[in-house]
Nanobody, 123 residues
């Protein structure tokens, strides 16, 4: 599976941004997907995950209620709608996929990773 993340940028605190992750190479609906993020000097952090059919989702406590994960299997694309952004959301955001339709919040369970897109929340 090849994954391509996009949509990052600079946004003021309280603003919104939508990330996209385009996928190719494997039956998309059999691939659970996730977003992780990382800041320099820290471990990669789980953000959100979605099952292959899109019916099940999970969020970290840090983003629950502010971020929404979704996917369009007809377009082979996953999204992360981010709202009420905070400076602590600043990070490189990675999309990932695993060889299972069941989601996971554990990075080692993901087989495929995109290149990352920078999100900066600052006034």
């Amino acid at each position: 599976v090849q994954l391509q993340a996009s949509g990052g940028g600079l946004v003021p605190p309280g603003g919104s941004l939508r990330l996209s992750c385009a996928a190719s190479g494997r039956t998309f609906s059999r691939t659970a997907l996730a977003w992780f993020r990382q800041v320099p000097g820290k471990e990669r952090e789980f953000v959100s995950t979605i099952s292959g059919n899109g019916e099940s989702t999970l969020y970290s406590d840090a983003v629950a209620g502010r971020f929404t994960i979704s996917r369009d299997n007809a377009k082979n694309t996953m999204y992360l709608q981010m709202s009420s952004l905070k400076p602590e959301d600043t990070a490189v955001y990675f999309c990932s996929g695993r060889d299972s339709p069941y989601f996971s919040d554990l990075a080692p369970r993901y087989n495929y990773w995109g290149q990352g897109t920078q999100v900066t929340v600052s006034s």
